[in-house]
C-alpha cells in the first residue's frame, strides 16, 4: 500500500476488493508458530456445516479471535457456533462483549497472545471450572442467541415502530 501511494498509485489501491481491505489493517497480519503438540490435534482438512459444528464439540475449548475489520466490536458467528456446541469459547476482548456473555460465567476474555495462554493453562488445569462456564455459555446461547430468539426479537423490534 506505501509502495502504490509513493508512486501515485493509492486511487487504484482503493478500487480493488483486496487490496481495499488490506488498508483497512492496522498492522500487518503476523503468521502464529504453532508447536507440534498443538498441531496434532488440529483438523487438517476444511469441514462444514454439521460435521464443523461436530468436530467442535469433541473440544474442550474453543479458541476464536476476530478479524482486523471487527475494530473493537465483537459477533462473529464463531462464538456462537462453539458455545452452541458446548465447548468454552475463549475469545478476544471487545468493548461490546458483555452484551452477548458475561465474561469469566459463560466465556472466557484475554488481551494479549500472554494472556490467552496463561487462560488456557489455568482452566485445563481447573477442569469443573472449565466445564461450568462452557455450561453457562451453552445454556446462554440456546436461551438467547438461537436463530429462533433471534427472529422473535426483530419481530419485537419491527412491531415497535408500527
Same mark, same amino acid.
Given at each position: 500500500m506505501?509502495?502504490?501511494?509513493?508512486?501515485?498509485?493509492s486511487g487504484?489501491?482503493?478500487k480493488?476488493?483486496?487490496?481495499?481491505? &488490506?488498508a483497512?489493517?492496522?498492522s500487518?497480519?503476523?503468521? &502464529?508458530k504453532?508447536?507440534?503438540?498443538?498441531?496434532?490435534?488440529l483438523?487438517n482438512?476444511t469441514? $462444514?456445516g454439521g460435521e464443523m459444528?461436530?468436530?467442535?464439540?469433541? $473440544?474442550?475449548?474453543g $479458541?476464536?479471535?476476530? #478479524?482486523?475489520?471487527a475494530? =473493537?466490536?465483537a #459477533?462473529? *458467528?464463531?462464538?456462537?457456533e462453539?458455545?452452541?456446541?458446548?465447548?468454552?469459547?475463549? &475469545?478476544d476482548y471487545k468493548k461490546n462483549i458483555?452484551?452477548?456473555? *458475561?465474561? =469469566?460465567? !459463560?466465556?472466557?476474555?484475554y488481551?494479549s497472545?500472554?494472556?490467552?495462554?496463561?487462560k488456557t493453562?489455568?482452566?485445563?488445569?481447573?477442569? !469443573?471450572?472449565l466445564?461450568r *462456564?462452557?455450561a #453457562?455459555?451453552?445454556?446462554?446461547?440456546?436461551?438467547?442467541?438461537?436463530? #429462533?430468539?433471534?427472529? !422473535?426479537q426483530?419481530n419485537?423490534? *419491527?412491531? !415497535? =415502530?408500527?
Amino acid at each position: 500500500m506505501k509502495l502504490m501511494g509513493s508512486v501515485g498509485l493509492s486511487g487504484l489501491s482503493r478500487k480493488l476488493p483486496l487490496l481495499k481491505k &488490506t488498508a483497512l489493517l492496522k498492522s500487518m497480519p503476523q503468521r &502464529t508458530k504453532l508447536s507440534d503438540a498443538f498441531k496434532k490435534h488440529l483438523v487438517n482438512r476444511t469441514v $462444514f456445516g454439521g460435521e464443523m459444528l461436530q468436530e467442535l464439540s469433541k $473440544f474442550m475449548i474453543g $479458541f476464536n479471535i476476530h #478479524a482486523g475489520i471487527a475494530g =473493537d466490536y465483537a #459477533a462473529n *458467528i464463531r462464538m456462537f457456533e462453539v458455545t452452541g456446541m458446548g465447548s468454552l469459547l475463549l &475469545t478476544d476482548y471487545k468493548k461490546n462483549i458483555q452484551d452477548l456473555f *458475561i465474561p =469469566d460465567e !459463560e466465556i472466557v476474555c484475554y488481551n494479549s497472545v500472554g494472556e490467552c495462554v496463561d487462560k488456557t493453562r489455568w482452566l485445563l488445569s481447573n477442569r !469443573e471450572e472449565l466445564h461450568r *462456564i462452557a455450561a #453457562a455459555g451453552q445454556a446462554k446461547t440456546l436461551r438467547v442467541h438461537s436463530v #429462533a430468539s433471534r427472529v !422473535e426479537q426483530l419481530n419485537e423490534l *419491527i412491531l !415497535e =415502530d408500527l
